[in-house]
């Protein structure tokens, strides 16, 4: 059992930049692959990202490439998504969410078994 809370969602102009955290505790998030999700009003819940337990291996959505890093610092026993050049495409709430055992199905929302309550992502016009 792991329990996840994000945080450092806001309001942000375009173009601007944020950086989400994910602090677990209850296990060692070095347990598992982490991903983000995000979802929009009205939307369903999207894959961003994912980060593997071993190696740090990331991937990402390709509607976020190249703005959107993941990373995790497992002295913090966090995950961080370091959004950059945020559009207002972007406005969602942001989740993580922690995956017990690699499969193909992590860029399925259904496929992860702990998720925080998430973060709210305002960009502006």
């Known amino acids: 059992q792991v329990q996840l809370v994000e945080s450092g969602g806001g309001l942000v102009q375009a173009g601007g930049s944020l950086r989400l955290s994910c602090a677990a505790s209850g296990r060692t998030l070095s347990s598992y692959g982490m991903g983000w999700f995000r979802q929009a009003p009205g939307k369903e819940r999207e894959f961003v990202g994912f980060?593997?337990?071993?190696?740090?291996?990331?991937y990402y959505d390709d509607f976020v490439k190249g703005r959107f890093t993941i990373s995790r610092d497992n002295a913090k026993n966090t995950v961080y998504l370091q959004m950059n050049s945020l559009k207002p495409e972007d406005t969602a709430v942001y989740y993580c969410?922690?995956?017990?055992?690699?499969?193909?199905?992590?860029?399925?929302?259904?496929?992860?078994?702990?998720w925080g309550q998430g973060t709210q992502v305002t960009v502006a016009s």
């Open positions: 980060i593997t337990r071993i190696n740090d291996n990331t």
């Open positions: 969410a922690a995956l017990r055992y690699y499969s193909r199905d992590y860029v399925a929302a259904s496929a992860y078994d702990y």
